[in-house]
């Protein structure tokens, strides 16, 4: 028998955990055939010697919903070794959606996650409305990764209620059961589970609550117990994270709904938080192990290092806003550069920061992280010169300089226009985020992957960890970190023939050098549809992706090949 695919000389890590070995790996028919000394014959083959070999990444937390329209690729995460995602976080799926609610539920979308507008709208052939019909539109687009999703509480709320009412009322019965009807017709048709938001920084255009926001707490229980009663789906919330007590209370509801319906909770996890309330990383994971202790399923989700507002000259700064940037802003970059070389200008620029109003602590009483920040807080804004950027910050540079710090975030805009800065937002300090990723009930991912395009980078998380955790740090092993990346993220989303290198198992698999893998500086592109920009980011280090037997991606470049799949839901894929 001829085999599809063959990747040769290679040293595996399977994912398991175990220590790695030499093995040839063989591929039929998008699965793995053989792993061993294998001397059949391939129609094509990956030389993968000196590399190592391991299962391909799974990302469970991204907002690609609407950017698998367009793109083929998966792109950023393709780039990083992904082959498989999982999106519809946090509420904010794409369906259902009643046609006259498009785009007010794109300009949502725009308000919470940062994807522009004009992007959906020009780049969505929009020919679904309800759940099941939005999941066969996925199954015949080329995709280059494998695509799971959740059915989104904001979209349900408003499919089931209309607009206004899903954005004020409280849910009637009819309501209810017409949710709980639509949640069960998801489940069958292939949905993960079901997600929501309880997090005050989700609001609409009109910085309103979104509509999972004005749920009361019963309407999200008997939308989980649905799920329950199928015995499958996951139930993910963006949670409450204003600190204090409506947080903890927040966390007092999920474990009752963890405890009722018997289905396993996941919800994105802050490492370190300032404000009235730091609500310190280990009071989240003692409350994780208090619910499991009681008979509950939860998971937390880390990402491997702090969110960052992202901005260069290419992209914006937080001076945009002023009058005397307004006016140089508008300009094409190269008359932009000429102007702020000019002292009389740039002394001007200088002038119009001291009315920015001091920039508000992250969280404020029940106020919510941002990344659009104001006056920055220069001791903790970087030049991103690496890509861990373990230089000084703006501040050191200034006092270092006996320069304005205006004077120096221009400078370095002007030694290259591409130069990007980085001011963290929460997970400051990189032993908190450690504590969280070492803990066995968190999983890495959370890269929110299609969100953010233009604020963000949290694509690269998977070659992040290898190389910032792994080679630099020596915090991990790789075996640990693949096992991270694949089979504890296959395990937590029920994705039975995914995360391992095993035959019979899908042939998702990622060809790498753990010498040199790691993600690139980021580069502003304007490749959205319409030529909406966005921030980049490759990786070094990646030789091959192989989705479901199809090399997808060599060297960094895609072959044009999509070999991606949606993947099912337990009760829909058997």
């Known amino acids: 028998m001829a085999l599809d695919l063959l990747v040769k000389n290679g040293t595996v890590i399977d994912g398991s955990g175990m220590p790695r070995y030499r093995a040839d790996v063989g591929v039929k028919d998008g699965r793995i055939v053989e792993i061993g000394r294998i ?18 990444f799974i990302d469970g937390h991204t907002h690609m919903d609407a950017q698998v329209n367009w793109d083929p690729l998966g792109s950023c995460s393709c780039w990083h070794g992904v082959t498989s995602v999982v999106m519809g976080n946090c509420g904010f799926a794409l369906a259902p959606c009643k046609p006259q609610d498009r785009e007010w539920f794109a300009r949502c979308l725009t308000a919470v996650e940062d994807i522009p507008t004009e992007s959906m709208l020009t780049g969505i052939d929009w020919n679904w409305e309800t759940f099941p019909e939005y999941l066969a539109t996925v199954e015949r687009l080329p995709k280059g990764l494998n695509y799971g999703m959740y059915i989104g509480h904001s979209a349900l709320r408003m499919y089931a209620m209309g607009a206004r009412r899903g954005l004020e009322e409280k849910a009637s019965e009819d309501d209810l059961r017409r949710m709980e009807h ?11 589970g079901f997600s929501t938001s309880r997090a005050n920084t989700h609001v609409t255009p009109d910085d309103t609550p979104v509509a999972s926001r004005i749920a009361d707490w019963n309407e999200i229980e ?42 396993p909770i996941m919800f994105g996890m802050l490492a370190t938080k300032q404000g009235i309330d730091p609500n310190p990383w280990d009071y989240q994971t003692r409350f994780m192990d208090e619910t499991v202790a009681q008979g509950g399923r939860m998971y937390g989700q880390a990402t491997t290092r702090s969110i960052n507002a992202v901005f260069s000259l290419r992209s914006y700064l937080p001076f945009d806003v002023l009058p005397a940037w307004k006016e140089i802003r508008a300009l094409p970059i190269e ?12 002394a001007r620029l200088v002038a119009d920061e ?40 703006v501040g050191e540079l200034s006092r270092r300089q006996n320069k304005h710090p205006v004077d120096v975030i221009i400078d370095l805009a002007l030694e290259n226009d591409n130069r990007m800065f980085v001011q963290p937002i929460v997970n400051e300090r990189p032993e908190d985020v ?9 999983l890495a991912t959370f ?8 604020q963000e980078m949290g694509s690269s998380l998977q070659t992040h960890l290898l190389s910032y955790w792994v080679r630099n740090k020596q915090q991990f092993t790789l075996e640990e970190a693949v096992r991270m990346l694949t089979f504890d993220n296959a395990s937590a989303w029920e994705l039975a023939d995914r995360g391992l290198i095993r035959t019979g198992y899908a042939a998702d698999l990622v060809v790498f050098d753990e010498a040199t893998v790691k993600p690139r500086l980021p580069t502003v592109e304007h490749d959205l549809p319409g030529g909406a920009r966005r921030l980049v980011q490759k990786a070094d280090g990646i030789q091959s992706t192989v989705v479901n037997g199809v090399i997808a991606m060599e060297n960094g470049e895609s072959t044009g090949n999509t070999g991606g799949q949606v993947l099912k839901g337990r009760i829909a894929a058997s």
């Open 39 to 56: 001397r059949q014959p391939a129609e094509k083959i990956i030389d993968a010697d000196g590399m190592i070999v391991s299962p391909g």
């Open 182 to 192: 639509a949640v069960t017709e998801a489940l069958r048709a292939g949905a993960l």
């Open 222 to 263: 008997r939308l989980v117990a649905a799920m329950g009663a199928l015995d499958t789906g996951i139930f993910q919330i963006g949670p409450d994270i204003s600190g204090g007590e409506a947080q903890r209370a927040c966390l007092a509801q999920l474990r009752k709904i963890a405890l009722d319906s018997g289905r």
């Open 335 to 346: 008359e932009q550069k000429r102007r702020m070389a000019d002292p009389e200008v740039r």
């Open 354 to 393: 001291a009315a920015m109003k001091p920039r508000d602590q992250i969280l404020q009483g029940g106020g919510a992280a941002t990344t659009d920040p104001r006056k920055p807080n220069y001791d903790n804004l970087f030049p991103m010169l690496t890509v861990d950027w373990d230089d000084p910050s």
């Open 434 to 442: 450690l504590n969280l990723l070492k803990h066995p009930r968190t």
């Open 447 to 454: 890269s929110d992957s299609g969100a953010h395009v233009c």
